[in-house]
């Protein structure tokens, strides 16, 4: 076994994570996604095929959760034309944790979190960055042509 197998191993060993479990938080978080009023409109404007999107979210969070190595592509560059904001990194971060809390034993739900915590703190500096914007420790993006009311996008 390789280091990278071993360590995932030891993740799925640690936590239960396993690729049903993954599959079973992507669809829910997904689904509630959809519904919601601020986050559903702009993931509906840019996905044809949610299916195949789905498949890609489970390499994603496989890739994330166990370091399996399916997911092979640039979240960074797919995120940051999106009229995105503090706002929405926040919904999606509580729509996420929900989620996990709901579908996995606490340690996954913990492990889970964690690195989406990380992926929406990422995410939100590189697009300000995208803004011309730097982010300083403790402070948000907020984009001027975004507006804060709940479902709004300006």
Same mark, same amino acid.
């Given at each position: ?63 994330? @959760? ?10 960074? $560059?797919?995120? !940051?034309? &999106?009229?995105?904001? #503090?706002? /929405? ?18 340690? @996954? ?10 992926? $929406?703190?990422? !995410?939100? &500096?590189?697009?300000? #960055?995208? /803004? ?23």
């Amino acid at each position: 076994m390789d280091r990278r197998q071993l360590l995932a191993a030891e993740i799925a060993t640690r936590t239960c994570i396993d690729e049903t479990m993954i599959e079973r938080l992507v669809r829910s978080f997904y689904a509630k996604i959809r519904q919601d009023a601020l986050l559903g409109p702009i993931f509906d404007a840019r996905i044809r095929d949610w299916e195949q999107h789905l498949q890609r979210m489970c390499e994603f969070w496989s890739s994330v @959760a166990l370091m399996s190595g399916r997911y092979h592509g640039n979240p960074m $560059a797919k995120h !940051l034309p &999106l009229p995105v904001d #503090a706002t /929405h990194f926040d919904q999606w971060l509580s729509l996420f944790e929900d989620t996990a809390r709901e579908i996995c034993p606490p340690k @996954a739900a913990a492990h889970f979190v964690e690195r989406a915590r990380r992926i $929406a703190e990422s !995410l939100e &500096l590189g697009i300000a #960055a995208q /803004h011309g914007i730097i982010v300083g420790r403790g402070e948000r993006f907020r984009q001027p042509n975004v507006t804060k009311k709940r479902g709004e996008i300006g």
